[in-house]
């Protein structure tokens, strides 16, 4: 284990913040991570020995573990989440609010002496190309061996952070396991501050800070006032078998196909296609000089879905983590290999994710929300621009979601604004991937409903002040991969046969494309569509690209109900492309 960087190779504040954190949470000791593979061996085998992991098969998974989470502790939670600020009206009413120096006193009585006993581990990390402008650094101070582990993996630790930092601001995040009590849990942003409080939840996006705590909620504020934007949304390149690569981003709700479409394997009948992946769960995204959009991933790491990932899903992640890999909540087979719903067929025998033994008709042997944590690094389809400092040039953004009616396979926006609409209208069925009901139809704006940091009306403005920031906006539109027939069916089959609609998606933007101009925006020919090959009949290909007409004017009523609770923030010009969006409805040319 490394010992603290020698004092000229840090800021003073940071020093003087170690330990004044110190003083109230009151570790044994403080250790300063490195990154090093001696140390992430170190946490391992600290982990092994006490149980907080599970060393899996290592003839089949080399350096592959197994952690089982408190069963309280499975997701992330939103009502625990809350953003602290000095005015209610910063957050809106899609956040949680507490008064900032109610909730910071809060937490420090919460956080007095929580770390007796235990080591605090110092991580410094880099969001971000080393050397980008774009990049920023944190630091973690946590007393959990597990989220130092999977920030290792997550981030780059260490040297590479603090050489960044130099004498820049940095973001603070302290971290306790406290004990994993659900009902003194807090996920507390101070925005004010760039300070992130988090206690009695050790699960990914409560408690590796990096991610959803300052990468979305934290930057979205620094993007606000900086003129740029921090999205959940993956970053994707996509290569044409002439070589032309386009790229695109895509914002869809938790556990709704980012990473499968990140990772998307081409289908036989467009094997001469590829894609590249930048990231796959967030993007930061800047104007460059000619007004254009570069994205960046800030993570350095997969921390992805589990449950129906495999060789048919995602060939491309099963072989990513075949090793170096920490599996949290999966179902153990008897040769201590892991095992999910949806990998393959249902072993008679193993140990569910809780380490009882499984017994049929008992639920699902994995969580539904069980992931893996595994390096960007040892993806084989990792895009060759993703250490570039300068991001990429995004071409096209794309909404999605789970959305089971309504919403056709594809379609695009008629104008930049009518896009904000589209993301900020996004109605989509809820996941597993935070603690609640799952399958219920919630507003989800740009799917930043649980990560954006400030009010979501000023969030829509703010996406509509780059009508004049920029010359070269990307095109907007709209996916659905979840549609579902009478039979309750997916009608599309989804993963490896989106680049069908990815496909199409790049022919509009390069003018190649036939589309019907229809009143929510332009829908696909199905002869624009390269569907011939997929044996998909006619019927259900209509059915994919239906535009119904009754029910988008349901769909109108509950997004304005869902505007309204915005109350008087919430921007006339939105309010205008909703009008016109209703009149072309009800008055089709
Ligand atoms: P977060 O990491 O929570 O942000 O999720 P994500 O948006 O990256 O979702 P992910 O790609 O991990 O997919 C979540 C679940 O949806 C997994 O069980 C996938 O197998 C499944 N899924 C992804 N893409 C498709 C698709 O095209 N069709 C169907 N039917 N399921 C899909
Ligand atoms: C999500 O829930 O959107 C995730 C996983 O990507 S978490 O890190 O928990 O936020
Ligand atoms: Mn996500």
Same mark, same amino acid.
């Given at each position: 284990?490394?010992?603290?960087p020698?004092?000229?190779?840090?800021?003073r504040?940071?020093?003087?913040?170690?330990?004044?954190?110190?003083?109230?949470?009151?570790?044994?000791?403080?250790?300063?991570?490195?990154?090093?593979?001696?140390?992430?061996?170190?946490?391992?085998?600290l982990?092994?020995?006490?149980?907080?992991?599970?060393?899996?098969?290592?003839?089949?998974?080399?350096?592959c573990y197994?952690?089982r989470s408190?069963?309280?502790?499975?997701?992330r939670?939103?009502?625990?989440?809350?953003i602290?600020?000095?005015n209610?009206?910063?957050?809106?009413?899609?956040?949680?609010?507490?008064p900032?120096?109610?909730?910071k006193?809060?937490?420090?009585?919460?956080?007095?002496?929580?770390?007796? $006993?235990?080591?605090?581990?110092?991580i410094?990390?880099?969001l971000?190309?080393?050397?980008?402008?774009y990049?920023?650094?944190?630091?973690?101070l946590?007393?959990?061996?597990?989220?130092?582990?999977?920030?290792?993996?997550?981030t780059?630790?260490?040297?590479?952070?603090?050489?960044?930092?130099?004498?820049?601001?940095?973001?603070r $995040?302290?971290?306790?396991?406290?004990?994993?009590?659900?009902?003194?849990?807090?996920?507390c942003?101070f925005?004010?501050?760039?300070?992130?409080?988090?206690?009695?939840?050790n699960? $990914?996006?409560?408690?590796l800070l990096?991610?959803?705590c300052?990468?979305l909620?934290?930057?979205?504020?620094?993007?606000?006032?900086?003129?740029w934007?921090?999205?959940?949304?993956?970053?994707?390149g996509?290569?044409?078998?002439d070589g032309?690569?386009?790229?695109?981003?895509?914002a869809?709700?938790?556990?709704?196909?980012?990473?499968?479409?990140?990772?998307?394997?081409?289908?036989?009948?467009?094997?001469?296609?590829?894609?590249?992946?930048?990231?796959?769960?967030?993007?930061?995204?800047?104007?460059?000089?000619?007004?254009?959009?570069r994205?960046i991933?800030?993570?350095?790491?997969?921390?992805?879905?589990?449950?129906?990932?495999?060789?048919?899903?995602?060939?491309?992640?099963?072989?990513?983590?075949?090793?170096?890999?920490?599996?949290?909540?999966?179902a153990?087979?008897?040769?201590?290999t892991?095992?999910w719903?949806?990998?393959?067929?249902h072993p008679?025998?193993?140990?569910d994710?809780?380490?009882?033994?499984?017994?049929?008709?008992?639920?699902?042997?994995?969580?539904?929300?069980?992931?893996?944590?595994?390096?960007?690094?040892?993806?084989r389809?990792?895009?060759?621009?993703?250490?570039n400092?300068?991001?990429?040039?995004?071409?096209?953004?794309?909404f999605?979601?789970?959305r089971?009616?309504?919403?056709?396979?594809?379609?695009?926006?008629?104008?930049?604004?009518?896009?904000?609409?589209?993301?900020?209208?996004?109605?989509?069925?809820?996941?597993?991937a935070?603690? $609640?009901?799952?399958?219920?139809?919630?507003?989800?704006?740009?799917?930043?409903?649980?990560?954006?940091?400030?009010?979501i009306a000023?969030?829509?403005?703010?996406w509509?002040?780059?009508?004049?920031?920029?010359e070269?906006l990307?095109?907007?539109f709209?996916?659905?991969?979840?549609?579902?027939g009478?039979?309750g069916?997916?009608?599309?089959?989804?993963?490896?046969?989106?680049?069908?609609?990815?496909?199409?998606?790049?022919d509009?933007?390069?003018?190649?494309?036939?589309?019907?101009e229809?009143?929510?925006?332009?829908?696909?020919?199905?002869?624009?569509?390269n569907v011939?090959?997929?044996?998909?009949?006619?019927?259900t290909?209509?059915?994919?690209?239906?535009?119904?007409?009754?029910?988008?004017?349901?769909?109108?009523?509950?997004?304005?109900?869902?505007?309204?609770?915005l109350?008087?923030?919430?921007?006339?010009?939105?309010?205008?492309?909703l009008?016109?969006?209703?009149?072309?409805?009800?008055?089709?040319v």
């Amino acid at each position: 284990m490394t010992h603290k960087p020698k004092e000229n190779e840090i800021a003073r504040s940071l020093l003087e913040w170690v330990t004044a954190v110190a003083k109230t949470t009151k570790p044994d000791n403080i250790v300063w991570c490195d990154g090093s593979e001696e140390e992430f061996q170190s946490l391992i085998k600290l982990m092994t020995a006490d149980g907080t992991l599970i060393q899996l098969n290592q003839d089949t998974y080399p350096n592959c573990y197994l952690h089982r989470s408190n069963p309280n502790d499975v997701a992330r939670t939103e009502e625990a989440t809350f953003i602290c600020t000095k005015n209610k009206e910063d957050v809106g009413p899609t956040n949680n609010w507490m008064p900032s120096d109610e909730g910071k006193a809060k937490l420090l009585r919460l956080f007095d002496g929580c770390m007796k $006993g235990r080591t605090m581990y110092v991580i410094p990390y880099l969001l971000g190309p080393a050397g980008s402008p774009y990049s920023q650094v944190g630091v973690e101070l946590t007393d959990s061996p597990y989220v130092v582990a999977n920030m290792e993996i997550m981030t780059k630790v260490g040297n590479v952070a603090l050489e960044h930092m130099k004498n820049r601001k940095f973001v603070r $995040g302290i971290h306790s396991t406290g004990q994993l009590d659900p009902d003194r849990r807090y996920i507390c942003h101070f925005p004010d501050e760039k300070l992130i409080m988090s206690l009695n939840s050790n699960y $990914g996006g409560n408690a590796l800070l990096s991610k959803k705590c300052h990468s979305l909620r934290l930057a979205s504020v620094m993007a606000r006032d900086e003129g740029w934007l921090a999205e959940h949304m993956l970053i994707i390149g996509i290569e044409e078998p002439d070589g032309t690569v386009t790229y695109v981003t895509g914002a869809f709700p938790s556990a709704s196909g980012k990473t499968n479409l990140t990772m998307l394997k081409p289908p036989e009948y467009m094997k001469d296609w590829k894609i590249w992946a930048v990231s796959d769960d967030i993007a930061w995204i800047h104007l460059d000089s000619e007004g254009r959009f570069r994205a960046i991933n800030p993570e350095n790491g997969f921390f992805g879905v589990a449950p129906n990932t495999s060789i048919r899903t995602n060939p491309k992640m099963m072989e990513t983590i075949r090793k170096n890999t920490i599996f949290t909540n999966v179902a153990l087979m008897m040769d201590r290999t892991p095992w999910w719903e949806g990998m393959g067929e249902h072993p008679r025998k193993l140990w569910d994710w809780q380490g009882k033994v499984w017994t049929a008709g008992k639920g699902s042997a994995a969580h539904p929300n069980s992931r893996f944590t595994t390096s960007i690094n040892q993806y084989r389809f990792l895009s060759s621009e993703y250490t570039n400092p300068d991001g990429v040039p995004i071409t096209a953004i794309i909404f999605g979601g789970r959305r089971s009616d309504l919403v056709p396979l594809v379609y695009e926006s008629f104008s930049w604004e009518h896009g904000v609409l589209m993301g900020a209208m996004l109605r989509v069925e809820t996941t597993a991937a935070a603690a $609640g009901e799952v399958g219920v139809l919630r507003n989800d704006p740009m799917a930043m409903k649980p990560f954006c940091g400030y009010n979501i009306a000023d969030y829509f403005k703010h996406w509509l002040s780059f009508r004049s920031k920029s010359e070269n906006l990307p095109k907007i539109f709209q996916i659905n991969a979840f549609r579902m027939g009478r039979d309750g069916r997916f009608l599309w089959p989804g993963y490896g046969h989106n680049l069908v609609v990815l496909k199409w998606i790049v022919d509009r933007c390069r003018g190649r494309a036939d589309a019907v101009e229809t009143p929510i925006g332009y829908v696909p020919t199905p002869e624009s569509l390269n569907v011939s090959e997929m044996d998909l009949p006619r019927s259900t290909i209509d059915e994919l690209l239906q535009v119904d007409k009754a029910a988008w004017m349901d769909e109108l009523e509950s997004s304005e109900m869902f505007f309204k609770t915005l109350g008087e923030q919430f921007p006339d010009q939105l309010r205008q492309e909703l009008s016109k969006l209703t009149d072309r409805i009800q008055n089709p040319v």
